[in-house]
C-alpha cells in the first residue's frame, strides 16, 4: 500500500489516482470500512471477516492475496488514512461522466488496466492513444497536454497508423484515393498528388454538408409528395363516392326508364288483345245470327220445296240466295311474333351499345390511378421520363429526308420509294416506338408551321384526313409565329401568345392527359388534353414549308 506521505505528494503534483489501487481483491470494488491485515494487504472489513469465517474449524486465518497464515484470528481495525483517501476517490468519480465497458465494436482505453477496460472517447494525435474519460484528465489539466491534437475515437489508433513507416496517415494521395504518411509521399507516392488530412476533412465535411443539403431536399420533396399523396387519397375517396352515387342514380333511371317501357309494351299488348277480343265477340254474334237466319231459311225453303203451287216455289227461289251474299270471308289468322321480333332486335343492339360502352368505361376507371406518383412540376422531374424516340424512315412523306440516326428531317428533291406505311398527302412523319406510360420527348424545328403530334398507329396515310390533328386519331400542335393551333378531329382550338420552336411533350398515359410545353426553366404549359387513350400512341413532327425556304428542318432533341 501507498504510504501517506507518498499519496500527500502524489495529490500535490496531480498524480491521479486510479481505483485499480484501492480496490478490495475480494469483491473488486473500492475499498468499503478498509482494514489493513497483518500482511500489510487492504480489504473491506466484510469481506475479509466473511472469508475468515469460513476457516474457522482449521484455526488458521491466511491472506486471501499472499496466503500468509495466522493464529489466532487477528483483530481487525479501520485504516482510517485509506478510509480517508478511498472517501476523497469516490467523491471524485462522482463527478466525473460514468464510463463504459468498451465491447467489441468499441475503441478500449489505451490506459486502462485490470479486468476492466473502459470505452475510448477521445484519440491523442500526438500521443497516438486513446483514452477514456479518465485518463483523458490531464489533456485537460495540463498545459503541454492541452496542445495536442484531439479526435472522437472512432476507430482505433492504430487504424489510423501506417503500417509500412508506423507514422500517422496524415496526408492524403488524390490519384490513390487513401490517406499515407509523410515518408509514403518519398517512396510509393513519389510525386503524386497529396493533401493534408485537414483540408480532407474540410473537403469530405464540406461535401457532407453538400450531400446533407440534398437528402434534406429530397426529403422535403418526399414530404410534399406524401402530402399531395394523402390529398389526392381523400380526393379519391370524395370522387369516388360521387361517382358511385352518380352511376346509381344513373343506372337506376337507365333501369326504370326500360321497365315503362316493359310495363308500356305489355299494355300495348294487352291493349291490343282487348280490341281483337272485342271484335272477335262482335264477329261471333254477328255470325251467330246469320246462322239461325241461314236455319231459318233452310226451313222456309224445306217447306216450300212441299207446296205445289207453282208462283209460290218461283218466288222463294227468287229469295234463297241473299243471305249468301251477305256472308264475309274468314279474316287471316295473325300473332304477335312480330312484336317479339322487335323486342329480340331491341335486346341485340342494347347489348351490342353496351358492349362498345363498357370497354370505354372500363378503361377509363382503370385510369383513374391512385398509386401513381404526382405529376412533374420542374424541368428537372419532367427529364426523368425522357423516352428515346427515333423517326420512322418508312413512314416519312416521300419528300422528306431522314438524318441523324433518324432524329432530324428536311425537305429532299428526290423522292423516297412507295412503301404502304408512307404519308403520301402531307410532309410529316411518325416516331417508330409506340408509348403507354409516362413519357417526355422535345421538338424543335425551323418551317413556316411545325406540328408536333401523337398518333395511333392505324391512323390513315393516303387519305385527306390524314394530316396530324384532322382525324379522330391523332392530336397535334401547331406552331406558327403567329401563334400556336390545338387541333383533334379537325376541331381547331386557337390558343394566345406566340408560337415556339422548341416544344416539350408530356404524355401521360393511363392517366389520359397529354401536355404540350414551351420547353423552358421553369416549363410554360401551353395546352392540355385530358381523354382516354384506346391504343399506344406514336410521336408524330410535321412540317409546312416552301421549296425556297432556307434552313427548313424538324428534329427530335437529344437530351442529355
Known sequence: MASKQQLQQDEQHGVELDC???????????????????????????????????????????????????????????????????????????????????????????????????????????CLASYCPTHLEPHNRVAVLKKHELVAATVPIQEKMCAKHDRL???????????????????????????????????????LALNQRKLQEKVQQKEKELKELSQAEESLKSCTQISLSDCDETFSELISSMQRKHSEV?????????TATAQVEKRQLQLEEEITELKTRHAELGQASDAADVMYLMQSLSTSWDSQERSPQAAPQRSFKDVTDCVSDLKVKLELLLEETWSRISATVSYVDFSLPPAPNSREEFLR????????ETSNYPHLCLISENRRMRPSPSKAAAHPDRFTKFPQVLCREGLSDRCYWE???????????????????????????????????????????????????????????????????????????????PMVLIHKVQTAFTQPLHPGVGINYEWYDVGVFAQLVKIQ
Open 443 to 521: 421538338v424543335e424545328g425551323h418551317a413556316r408551321t411545325l406540328s408536333v403530334a401523337v398518333a395511333y398507329k392505324d391512323i390513315s396515310r393516303t387519305s385527306d384526313e390524314s394530316r396530324f390533328g384532322k382525324n379522330d386519331k391523332s392530336w397535334s400542335l401547331e406552331c406558327t409565329t403567329d401563334g400556336c393551333l390545338f387541333c383533334h378531329n379537325d376541331v381547331e382550338i386557337k390558343l394566345p401568345g406566340s408560337g415556339p420552336y422548341k416544344i416539350g411533350v408530356f404524355l401521360d398515359y393511363k392517366v389520359g392527359t397529354l401536355c404540350f410545353y414551351h420547353a423552358s426553366d
Open 20 to 126: 485499480n489501487r484501492f480496490s478490495c481483491s475480494v469483491c473488486l470494488e473500492l475499498l468499503n470500512e478498509p482494514v489493513t491485515i497483518y500482511c500489510g494487504h487492504s480489504y473491506c472489513k466484510s469481506c475479509i471477516e466473511h472469508c475468515w469465517d469460513r476457516e474457522d474449524e482449521k484455526g488458521e486465518y491466511s491472506c486471501p492475496q499472499c496466503r500468509e497464515t495466522f493464529s489466532p484470528r487477528p483483530v481487525l481495525r479501520r485504516n482510517n488514512m485509506l478510509t480517508e483517501v478511498v472517501n476523497k476517490l469516490k467523491s471524485t468519480e462522482s463527478m466525473r461522466p460514468p464510463l463504459v465497458c468498451a465491447s467489441t465494436a468499441d475503441v478500449a482505453c489505451d490506459l486502462c488496466c485490470g479486468t476492466t477496460v473502459n470505452k475510448a472517447t477521445v484519440s491523442c494525435l500526438t
Open 385 to 392: 421520363y425522357v423516352h428515346p424516340l427515333t423517326l420512322d
Open 266 to 274: 305489355k299494355q300495348l299488348i294487352k291493349a291490343q288483345e282487348r
Open 169 to 207: 496517415k496524415e496526408l492524403y494521395c488524390e490519384e490513390d484515393e487513401q490517406l499515407v504518411c509523410s515518408m509514403c509521399t518519398v517512396d510509393e507516392h513519389k510525386g503524386h498528388r497529396c493533401i493534408s488530412a485537414s483540408a480532407l476533412k474540410d473537403k469530405a465535411k464540406n461535401q
